[in-house]
């Protein structure tokens, strides 16, 4: 009888090891959870920067060409303009 009690007390040992590591893996599961949802959430929010931030890059870059080409075409004019005084086409006949 001692011998079937001591077995019994094995098997509840290793069922209450079993029950632990169960216990200690749904705790981690919740976490690696927990932690898949804020990285989810941050890569979310990393997207949504990085596009207003690429918007933001094309607008400024389109102003510079914007500025250049205007400043070409002031000079452009400047040019023409001392030219054609030079050569009298701005004068009366």
């Known amino acids: 009888m001692s011998e079937l009690q001591g077995q019994v007390e094995d098997v509840k040992g290793v069922m209450n090891q079993n029950i632990?590591?169960?216990?200690?893996?749904?705790?981690?599961?919740?976490?690696?959870?927990?932690?898949?949802?804020?990285?989810?959430?941050?890569?979310?929010?990393?997207?949504?920067?990085?596009?207003r931030l690429r918007r933001k890059m094309w607008w400024q870059n389109q102003k510079v060409v914007i500025s250049l080409i205007a400043a070409t075409l002031i000079i452009v004019t400047i040019v023409t303009v001392i030219v054609c005084w030079q050569e009298g086409v701005f004068k009366k006949k």
């Not at 893996?25 to 959430?41: C, K």
């Open 20 to 51: 632990e590591k169960i216990l200690q893996r749904g705790e981690n599961l919740e976490q690696l959870q927990q932690r898949t949802s804020e990285l989810n959430l941050n890569a979310n929010r990393f997207q949504s920067q990085a596009v």
